[in-house]
């Protein structure tokens, strides 16, 4: 069984920063590509960031400049620096990875549970 759980999540002040950190543990074998979505009140979930087991970033032009993500992989975790926050980045932020999983050796995407981010005007 593969687990990922988010923490880092909060109460912010417009301008503030956050870090999420999304770790990943259970039956893993090799992680792949991880990365950070988000989902505000009535809207689709979006993409914020990806990072590839090297450590190659993608991020749609939208979210360039203010987030940052990054991983450790000897910790099986990722994260996202998030800075000059502002009332429209207020949302539920999931992580997610792309596992080998080490019994089963089948490859499936995992969610977490998502952690809340709520930027104050």
């Known amino acids: 069984q593969v687990q990922l759980v988010e923490s880092g999540g909060g109460l912010v002040q417009a301008g503030g920063s956050l870090r999420l950190s999304c770790a990943a543990s259970?039956?893993?074998?090799?992680?792949?590509?991880m990365g950070w979505y988000r989902q505000a009140p009535g809207k689709q979930r979006d993409l914020v960031a990806t990072?590839?087991?090297?450590?190659?970033?993608n991020y749609p032009d939208s979210m360039k400049g203010r987030f940052t993500i990054s991983r450790d992989n000897s910790k099986h975790t990722v994260y996202l620096q998030m800075n000059s926050l502002k009332a429209d980045d207020t949302a539920v932020y999931y992580c997610?990875?792309?596992?080998?999983?080490?019994?089963?050796?089948?490859?499936?995407?995992?969610w977490g549970q998502g952690t809340q981010v709520t930027v104050s005007s």
């Open positions: 997610n990875a792309d596992i080998l999983d080490y019994y089963t050796h089948i490859w499936n995407t995992y």
């Open positions: 259970g039956s893993i074998s090799i992680i792949n590509t």
């Open positions: 990072i590839t087991s090297s450590g190659v970033t």
